[in-house]
């Protein structure tokens, strides 16, 4: 397997290897609940990874981390869209188990969810490269830079909302804000 498909691969393992720990330790509707838990912050971890890999790159001045970041850009989205892909199946299993599970209380939840699912399908079609070519530079660029944004949004709107019940969430709130920070650095330095 070339090298840089190794960042998919064990980061899909991590991701079901934690999920199955998870489940078999809390089997029912808790474990559901805490393994989509865990898939976010591993989807977060992977998409800002991914997100800010240009910007560290720049700020770097190519250093190893940025290079290192910036070699692997795709395959750290494949990643994501793995994880986020065992997030969201998780969530299906949830609401077609759980009494309590009620998706539409949160309309704006759900089509945020269902954009930003829609945009990663997108994305992840097209971090190949015939469609890319098909796509053709411009598109793939205006699909690949909003879906990016879109997600961070989602991210940072999710983290946000949990903070003032759970401190994690402060955290995680302030990792997704940082790496904004970092894309408006680097892109000012640029």
Not at 59 to 79: E, Q, S, V
Not at 113 to 137: H, I, K, Q, Y
Request: net charge positive.
């Amino acid at each position: 397997m070339p090298r840089r498909w190794a960042v998919v691969a064990w980061s899909l393992a991590i991701v079901i290897a934690m999920v199955a720990a998870i489940v078999i330790a809390m089997p029912g509707e808790d474990g559901l609940r805490s393994a989509i838990r865990a898939t976010a912050r591993t989807s977060l971890i992977l998409f800002l990874a991914a997100f800010v890999a240009s910007a560290v790159n720049t700020l770097t001045r190519g250093g190893a981390i940025g290079k290192w970041l910036l070699a692997n850009r795709r395959h750290l989205g494949l990643g994501f869209a793995g994880s986020h892909l065992v997030h969201g199946a998780l969530i299906v299993a949830l609401a077609a188990t759980s009494a309590t599970y009620a998706p539409s209380a949160d309309l704006v939840g759900l089509i945020g969810g269902l954009v930003g699912f829609g945009f990663l399908a997108a994305m992840t079609v097209t971090s190949f490269d015939g469609p890319t070519r098909a796509l053709g530079r411009r598109r793939w660029k205006l699909l690949h830079t909003t879906g990016m944004y879109v997600y961070w949004a989602i991210f940072a709107s999710s983290f946000a909302g949990r903070a003032t019940r759970a401190p994690e969430y402060g955290a995680f709130t302030a990792l997704t804000l940082a790496a904004l920070v970092v894309r408006i650095v680097a892109r000012r330095r640029a």
